[in-house]
């Protein structure tokens, strides 16, 4: 077990480095640069920028640059927010997004898996179909129009939550459920499948017939199994969710990471791009490896050597 | 049927939710909580600035999130009156020499920092050549051009010319004979240069501070504004407070020493957020996005809070004169044909929600030297005949017309561009190809390749002529994508430039404008209107059409909020 971790953590290397090198080429490939400006710099400014900021230099030498720069825990500096250093706007964004994120997450899972097991062990009666209904929504609704909605709901209308801002835990609710609303949908879809499946499995059956107390069976016997594929989804999703939503913390101006994974790019903000993409595939790449690890624990019959 | 009768029932109670709430929120505690502005008493001010400011340096800032709150926290020589008229703010005054060539400043008594060391005439000597130094690279150094030796340093270049650039500097010419006297020596006589004192990198900077510290954190940061820097949240939030050091006697005529206690200024990129946040009464003052602005002015309450003015910029149509065969490069006549076939007035009401001025001239309204003429109006009759003339002298017929009109996307210019492509369709049977490229890219053709017609803004620096008409199309602007070049234009407007009164000034920047206006190298569709949200009790507002984010941004400090 510990020399497949170990063999897989060595693949998150090459990996890496495959994403940065076609990320930093379609990204300096866009036209455009981020002196780009309505009102036009004159260029001996731009090319004093292009000078200041080693832009000056061929791109392959650019990209050895960043990779030394990465190697000693430094993101290299902010185009956009001069004077900054994308260090210091990862350090102070993220432990927002990931706040946020694991939020979501405990959120989702404490009540997508109900959800899902609910309308399982109800199928076809009225608690599934309300499941289903909500599952629906969820999935069909984009997290801007959801987002939107809460907050005309719940702040505009109902004056109860903020509509703005990370300061107080007020202003983690409305977020939150924003962000979850999609994972929610997911994992009861995921749950109540898998659960349907597993009833009709004969160890199931067996339990049944042995006279086994309904709660036991559902927990032991169902819930355990049912959860095996939902797992492998429970890492995609938490990965997608700390690394923030670009789209909830736009709509609720909450001081994250997560917002930059868009403006950077239009922005042309190198250093920020390159940063978040490298947090994004960091976070996917540990999720699956934890999602692995996490399969043979729970399922007895995947061993890896 | 089980699921649709569950489904209502839930909807019901939602609604009764809702209804119940709605009646006890508004007195619940936690509304208050929530919506700080809701509480009575305190001066603060709560406005949204739109994202994170790039920069607080003075030196490297460009954009409006940071204009709008060094306006208070930094202070220059000169400053404007509601009216836009030069004032004096750091100086007490100035003297211009008879040549128009060198400018003094004198002064004010007892002004400080916000750390409480005085200000003096050196710190405007290093800030100055701050922003001139090409290793600095500011964004704005170019404001400096006029400045003798700036524009020298300006080319330099921080790597080749490294040992030149300190050369340069000590030759640059600003100076400060003693610690109240600044003296500026121009190249050339430049009598609008004062507009240029007005802004806002030309504030004084302590070199003991600028050195040690950044801009980044409010700890650290030292202003001369009647407000100072007292939190800054980054992409949260700022707070600005009256600077105990500032001297009311300044700022007489604005209300002497600051009235608010505080300005908070969220951070909320979403227009949509914004305006809800705004009607939360989480804000007092609200930007609402266009597609809101019936809704608003239907809206019996909200109706009651709009403010509406001029802003000094325009929204206008390029053409591309750099390509040589071109029907544009070719013919004066077919651009006048392409401007007159655009109904303005029906496309402000369409594709603006009503919300701007028509624009016929280059210099907007509420800037002095703006001409109320429509230069060449909306005629479609002419249009179609100037067309086949046009066509005529280009020798060019219709099918070899490949035009394209570009645009940003992303900014809600496909309507505009759209309704302009039918314009022409209908006027003289041509297609002309709209392109929308992303912003970046755009910007990036447009320097390189421009389309035939294209889409651009500009907006005012400064409240002088100066800045629409030779920054924007003399030969040598760097923002002339067009690629206009008339020399009697720019003689015009280098002689307005030696007159050292306004009233001089004026004559020659019209006939310099008027000449433009027959070359017809843009369309010009629209001057800017400010179209913005007040809550009742924010009391001494000042809107300006100069305000570059925040309605009545430049004078935040005395504004009063009132019981409510």
Redesign the interface.
């Known amino acids: 077990m510990l020399g497949y971790i170990i063999r897989r953590v060595l693949w998150i290397i090459p990996v890496l480095f495959v994403v940065s090198v076609i990320t930093f080429g379609l990204m300096h490939s866009?036209?455009?640069?981020p002196w780009?400006?309505?009102?036009?710099?004159?260029?001996?400014?731009v090319?004093?920028?292009n000078?200041?900021y080693g832009l000056d230099d061929p791109i392959p030498i650019q990209y050895l640059k960043w990779v030394g720069g990465l190697l000693h825990g430094d993101l290299g500096p902010s185009y956009?927010?001069?004077?900054?250093s994308v260090n210091?706007?990862v350090a102070?964004?993220i432990g927002t997004t990931v706040q946020l994120g694991i939020q979501a997450f405990l959120l989702s899972v404490i009540i997508g898996i109900p959800l899902g097991v609910i309308a399982a062990l109800r199928h076809n009666g009225?608690p599934d179909?309300?499941a289903t209904?909500v599952s629906v929504l969820g999935i069909c609704t984009p997290s801007f129009v959801a987002a939107?909605l809460l907050?005309?709901?719940f702040?505009?209308?109902?004056?109860?939550?903020?509509?703005?801002?990370?300061?107080?835990p007020?202003n983690w609710i409305l977020p939150t459920v924003a962000l979850a609303l999609f994972p929610i949908a997911q994992i009861a879809r995921y749950t109540r499948a898998s659960m349907l499946e597993v009833t009709r499995k004969d160890y199931v059956r067996t339990a049944h017939s042995k006279g086994l107390r309904e709660g036991s069976i559902v927990v032991v016997h169902m819930i355990r199994n049912a959860l095996i594929p939902v797992v492998t989804i429970l890492g995609p999703i938490l990965a997608f969710l700390i690394t923030g939503s670009f789209i909830i913390e736009?709509?609720?101006?909450i001081?994250?990471i997560g917002?930059y994974y868009v403006?950077s790019i239009?922005?042309?903000d190198y250093g920020v791009i390159m940063a978040m993409t490298m947090i994004f595939a960091v976070a996917i790449a540990v999720m699956n490896l934890i999602v692995d690890v996490l399969y043979a624990y729970i399922d007895p019959r995947i061993r890896y050597s | 049927m089980?699921?649709k009768k569950?489904?209502a029932i839930l909807v019901v109670l939602g609604l009764i939710l809702?209804a119940c709430?709605?009646t006890q929120?508004?007195n619940s505690p936690?509304?208050n909580?929530?919506?700080s502005g809701a509480a009575s008493g305190p001066q603060i001010l709560h406005v949204d600035m739109g994202g994170?400011p790039?920069?607080l340096?003075p030196t490297?800032a460009?954009d409006s999130a940071s204009i709008t709150v060094l306006r208070s926290i930094t202070a220059t020589l000169v400053y404007f009156d509601k009216q836009l008229n030069v004032v004096p703010w750091l100086a007490k005054s100035w003297d211009v020499a008879p040549d128009g060539q060198k400018i003094t400043f004198h002064l004010q008594d007892n002004i400080k920092y916000s750390n409480g060391d005085p200000i003096v005439a050196g710190d405007f000597v290093f800030s100055w050549k701050r922003l001139v130094d090409?290793?600095?690279?500011?964004?704005y150094?170019?404001i400096m051009a006029d400045v003798k030796g700036g524009s020298d340093l300006?080319?330099?270049?921080?790597?080749k010319d490294a040992a030149k650039i300190d050369g340069l500097l000590t030759k640059f010419g600003v100076s400060a004979p003693d610690d109240k006297t600044f003296v500026v020596e121009l190249a050339k006589p430049a009598a609008y240069f004062v507009y240029i004192a007005s802004l806002y990198g030309t504030v004084p900077l302590q070199k003991k501070w600028v050195s040690q510290k950044?801009?980044?954190e409010a700890k650290n940061y030292v202003g001369s504004g009647p407000m100072k820097l007292t939190q800054w949240?980054?992409?949260?939030?700022i707070v600005i407070e009256p600077n105990p050091n500032w001297n009311p006697a300044i700022s007489a005529a604005e209300g002497g020493a600051p009235k608010i206690q505080q300005v908070q200024y969220?951070?909320?990129?979403?227009p949509?957020?914004s305006l809800?946040?705004y009607?939360?009464?989480?804000l007092d003052i609200g930007a609402p996005p266009s597609q809101e602005v019936s809704r608003i002015q239907n809206d019996p309450k909200l109706s009651k809070q709009v403010i509406q003015g001029a802003t000094l910029n325009i929204t206008y149509f390029g053409f591309d004169l750099k390509n040589p065969t071109g029907l544009f490069t070719k013919s004066v006549t077919a651009r006048k044909a392409f401007s007159e076939a655009i109904n303005k007035k029906q496309m402000m009401a369409v594709a603006f929600s009503g919300i701007g001025v028509v624009a016929d001239s280059l210099v907007p309204p509420g800037m002095p030297g703006h001409q109320d003429t429509a230069f060449i109006p909306y005629d479609l009759a002419k249009a179609k005949t100037d067309f086949e003339a046009g066509l005529k002298e280009a020798n060019l017929t219709k099918a070899d017309l490949k035009l394209q009109i570009g645009y940003n996307t992303g900014a809600n210019w496909e309507n505009k561009v759209a309704f302009m492509a039918e314009q022409w369709r209908t006027a003289f049977g041509v297609e002309v190809k709209p392109v929308g490229l992303?912003?970046?890219?755009?910007?990036?053709?447009l320097?390189k390749d421009p389309f035939d017609i294209f889409r651009?803004?500009?907006?005012a620096d400064y409240p002088h002529p100066n800045n629409f008409l030779t920054d924007l199309i003399s030969c040598k602007s760097?923002?002339n994508?067009m690629g206009y070049c008339n020399k009697q234009v720019d003689d015009l407007l280098a002689q307005a430039a030696t007159k050292p009164k306004l009233e001089d000034q004026l004559p020659l920047y019209n006939q310099a404008q008027e000449m433009v206006m027959k070359d017809a190298p843009i369309i010009p569709i629209r001057f800017g209107q400010r179209f913005a949200l007040v809550k009742p009790w924010v009391q001494n507002l000042v809107p300006t059409s100069q305000d570059s984010q925040i309605t009545g941004e430049n004078f935040f400090a005395w504004v009063s909020i009132a019981p409510h």
């Open positions: 866009a036209p455009g640069g780009s400006r309505e009102k036009k710099l004159p260029e001996a400014t090319a004093a920028l000078a200041k956009k927010y001069l004077d900054r210091d706007i102070d964004g009225i179909y309300l209904l939107i907050l005309v709901i702040s505009v209308w109902l004056k109860w939550l903020p509509t703005f801002g990370w300061d107080s007020a736009f709509v609720f101006s001081p994250g917002r403006t239009g922005q042309r | 089980w699921l569950s489904f809702a709430g709605g929120g508004s936690s509304a909580a929530s919506g994170e790039p920069s340096d490297q460009t090409p290793r600095n690279a500011a964004g150094g170019y300006l080319a330099a270049d921080p790597k950044g801009f980044t949240q980054h992409n949260a939030k969220s951070m909320i990129t979403d949509a957020a809800a946040a009607e939360a009464n989480e992303e912003w970046g890219a755009y910007l990036d053709r320097s651009l803004g500009w907006g760097t923002n994508n």
